[in-house]
């Protein structure tokens, strides 16, 4: 009987930590962090945080008192290619085009360019 009630609990745990895991939700949610070469080749850092409320991506940019917030982030299920449009304090275009990977992964990755004042960086933003 002890057996068969500890094997019971240990399969109850896994199904409970598989099904947590599968509730992670829309693979754009959270916080994503990347940087990209600056001025003189020094390292400039960008943070995104991204919710999903069920028709759309918004969030916002570097947060904090300069943030850029963004709505329509899109997601294309088909190469899984992120686009991202918002405008800065001074009324200028910030873009990002990228792709999803690391799909299975917590730590997911979106590669691609970032472009902000006229200038287009690689950038690589891995999700914390």
Known sequence: MRK???SNLLIAGW???VAAV???GFPLDGTWRGEHAAA???PSTVVMIMQWDGK????TINPGPTGIDFNGAQLDPDGWKVHL????????PVTFEGV???LGKY??????TWTQDGQTHDIRFVRE
């Open 4 to 6: 068969f009630l500890i």
């Open 15 to 17: 199904l409970f930590s």
């Open 22 to 24: 599968a509730q992670e």
């Open 40 to 42: 003189k080749g020094a």
């Open 56 to 59: 759309q991506v918004a969030g």
């Open 85 to 92: 449009a918002a405008t800065d304090a001074k009324g200028k």
């Open 100 to 102: 999803l990977s690391d």
């Open 107 to 112: 730590s997911r990755v979106i590669t691609g």
